[in-house]
């Protein structure tokens, strides 16, 4: 049976915990120091020759109070010993099997850290005063805006001349390069998203060539195939025969920030979605969009308006806010410039796009095999969430609607979506995704439901 020696341990803080956890720093003071201890052994046989190139199972406990005491946090790394029999690691990056790592308490009595390879007890020893620097994550220091005072915790400050945050303005990010056609004079660091005209790009668009950074500083190509801007939607299509559609792409743009949130972006035969619902609270104006309204107001309402599942902002946090229709075409604009609440019509191009048959787009009510499936999460549904694989990137979500009544339902099953288009005057088209299918359903109802919103690029 091989033994294994334990012959240095290597312990690495940031920073030393004495009395009242007290840090010094130059600029931006932050109690937190990493969340693990780096461990180097040299790994021996029994008869003293290194262990090399050898795999090497190695478990960590700390115990607390005594080298006996209860186990705090255990964990297990599966290693390769180099040439020279040495092995690296991390305590509090492995797989845990009991604790975790950042609750363990380190202000709070002895630690003791216990070694094991395999089965083999390499010894247990017991953390020093340095360790217990990670309790500095624990402590509140901060640094006053203005002034030279910096707080250490429990009431402590202590005056450092040029201390003050103030001498420390945060770095302005974007681009530095005034050749570039987004230059920013703004900007105090650069964060290598210069463009410059002329350059190549790729506008992530399969239907362009040569895709270029254009005068605009956009990236776009010539279109080659498929419909393009102003080309005529879904051919054949008595619905949407006459109706244009943009289908230049997302141009390589992953991400946008509105009103705060940050959106990411998906492109879909050719169109530029928002991959999340909507969940501004004012119109592209700033005028703020009416909300908290009672059972009765919500459902007779014929202005914009909007409300939060259940009025829990943690439902507001992942599955967007529900507005009625009427905000979908105020004049004020609910996306932001450049997008807009799609058509009923560009919600078909998005379904052909995905497989839809054009005599299936037209069709009221459960249409399509798959497509409804490529555009479900994977997450946050009900069970069975059947053929939910969001292939398209589309990333629906079961996010309920708001009544008539003033009710709240579906939530967890069912993902609504308006369309900007008028049905008549009282109805409007949406969309439908349902937790037992993996179809796309197309109908019309009351203009003053609150259903989710998506952003479609212009």
């Given at each position: 049976m091989k033994k294994s020696l334990?012959?240095?341990?290597?312990?690495v803080f940031t920073c030393l915990l004495i009395a009242n956890c007290f840090a010094l720093a130059t600029s931006s003071l932050l109690a937190q120091s990493p969340q693990g201890i780096p461990y180097q052994a040299v790994m021996r046989n029994a008869d003293g020759s290194v262990m090399a190139n050898s795999a090497v199972s190695l478990?960590?406990?700390?115990?607390?109070?005594?080298?006996?005491?209860?186990?705090?946090?255990?964990?297990?790394?599966?290693?390769?010993?180099?040439?020279?029999?040495?092995v690296s690691c991390v305590v509090g990056n492995g797989v845990e099997s009991q604790g975790s790592f950042s609750n363990?308490?380190?202000?709070?009595?002895?630690?003791?850290?216990?070694?094991?390879?395999?089965?083999?007890d390499l010894g247990t020893q017991q953390l020093m005063s340095v360790p217990y620097a990670l309790y500095a994550g624990a402590c509140d220091i901060q640094v006053s805006l203005t002034g030279d005072t910096l707080y250490t915790g429990g009431g402590n400050f202590v005056i450092i001349p040029g201390i003050s945050a103030a001498n420390f303005p945060p770095a302005v990010l974007g681009c530095t390069d005034n050749a570039a056609c987004n230059y920013s004079s703004a900007a105090t660091q650069n964060d290598n998203s210069c463009l410059y005209t002329g350059a190549t790009c790729d506008d992530g668009n399969a239907n362009t060539t040569n895709d270029v950074i254009n005068g605009s500083c956009v990236c776009a190509g010539t279109q080659t195939s498929g419909s393009g801007t102003g080309a005529q939607?879904?051919?054949?299509?008595?619905?949407?025969?006459?109706?244009?559609?943009?289908?230049?792409?997302?141009?390589?743009?992953?991400?946008?920030?509105?009103?705060?949130r940050t959106y990411d972006l998906v492109e879909i035969g050719g169109q530029c979605w928002f991959a999340d619902n909507l969940a501004t609270d004012q119109y592209r104006n700033g005028d703020l969009i009416p909300t908290g309204l009672s059972n009765t107001a919500w459902g007779s309402t014929t202005s914009g308006a909007y409300a939060i599942y259940n009025n829990d902002p943690v439902n507001d946090l992942t599955y967007g806010k529900l507005y009625n229709w009427y905000t979908t075409v105020d004049s004020r604009g609910l996306c932001p410039t450049g997008w807009h609440v799609p058509t009923d019509c560009e919600w078909m191009?998005?379904?052909?796009?995905?497989?839809?048959s054009i005599t299936d787009q037209e069709t009221v009510g459960w249409r399509g095999t798959n497509e409804g499936g490529a555009m479900k999460a994977t997450t946050n549904w009900a069970s069975p969430n059947t053929g939910a694989t969001n292939s398209s990137g589309f990333t629906g979500l079961?996010?309920?609607?708001?009544?008539?009544?003033?009710?709240?339902?579906?939530?967890?099953?069912?993902?609504y979506w308006w369309s900007s288009s008028e049905y008549n005057s009282n109805y409007a088209w949406y969309r439908l995704l349902n937790y037992y299918n993996s179809n796309v359903y197309r109908s019309n109802s009351n203009k003053q439901l609150g259903f989710s919103v998506r952003c479609l690029r212009d």
């Amino acid at each position: 049976m091989k033994k294994s020696l334990l012959q240095n341990v290597i312990l690495v803080f940031t920073c030393l915990l004495i009395a009242n956890c007290f840090a010094l720093a130059t600029s931006s003071l932050l109690a937190q120091s990493p969340q693990g201890i780096p461990y180097q052994a040299v790994m021996r046989n029994a008869d003293g020759s290194v262990m090399a190139n050898s795999a090497v199972s190695l478990t960590f406990m700390i115990h607390d109070g005594t080298a006996n005491g209860t186990v705090v946090y255990q964990e297990s790394h599966s290693l390769t010993s180099n040439a020279q029999g040495l092995v690296s690691c991390v305590v509090g990056n492995g797989v845990e099997s009991q604790g975790s790592f950042s609750n363990i308490n380190w202000g709070s009595g002895a630690k003791f850290l216990h070694v094991m390879m395999g089965t083999t007890d390499l010894g247990t020893q017991q953390l020093m005063s340095v360790p217990y620097a990670l309790y500095a994550g624990a402590c509140d220091i901060q640094v006053s805006l203005t002034g030279d005072t910096l707080y250490t915790g429990g009431g402590n400050f202590v005056i450092i001349p040029g201390i003050s945050a103030a001498n420390f303005p945060p770095a302005v990010l974007g681009c530095t390069d005034n050749a570039a056609c987004n230059y920013s004079s703004a900007a105090t660091q650069n964060d290598n998203s210069c463009l410059y005209t002329g350059a190549t790009c790729d506008d992530g668009n399969a239907n362009t060539t040569n895709d270029v950074i254009n005068g605009s500083c956009v990236c776009a190509g010539t279109q080659t195939s498929g419909s393009g801007t102003g080309a005529q939607l879904l051919p054949g299509n008595a619905t949407c025969s006459v109706q244009n559609i943009s289908v230049t792409g997302c141009g390589g743009q992953t991400s946008l920030t509105y009103d705060g949130r940050t959106y990411d972006l998906v492109e879909i035969g050719g169109q530029c979605w928002f991959a999340d619902n909507l969940a501004t609270d004012q119109y592209r104006n700033g005028d703020l969009i009416p909300t908290g309204l009672s059972n009765t107001a919500w459902g007779s309402t014929t202005s914009g308006a909007y409300a939060i599942y259940n009025n829990d902002p943690v439902n507001d946090l992942t599955y967007g806010k529900l507005y009625n229709w009427y905000t979908t075409v105020d004049s004020r604009g609910l996306c932001p410039t450049g997008w807009h609440v799609p058509t009923d019509c560009e919600w078909m191009y998005l379904e052909g796009s995905l497989g839809l048959s054009i005599t299936d787009q037209e069709t009221v009510g459960w249409r399509g095999t798959n497509e409804g499936g490529a555009m479900k999460a994977t997450t946050n549904w009900a069970s069975p969430n059947t053929g939910a694989t969001n292939s398209s990137g589309f990333t629906g979500l079961p996010g309920g609607y708001r009544n008539l009544n003033g009710s709240y339902n579906n939530f967890g099953n069912v993902g609504y979506w308006w369309s900007s288009s008028e049905y008549n005057s009282n109805y409007a088209w949406y969309r439908l995704l349902n937790y037992y299918n993996s179809n796309v359903y197309r109908s019309n109802s009351n203009k003053q439901l609150g259903f989710s919103v998506r952003c479609l690029r212009d």
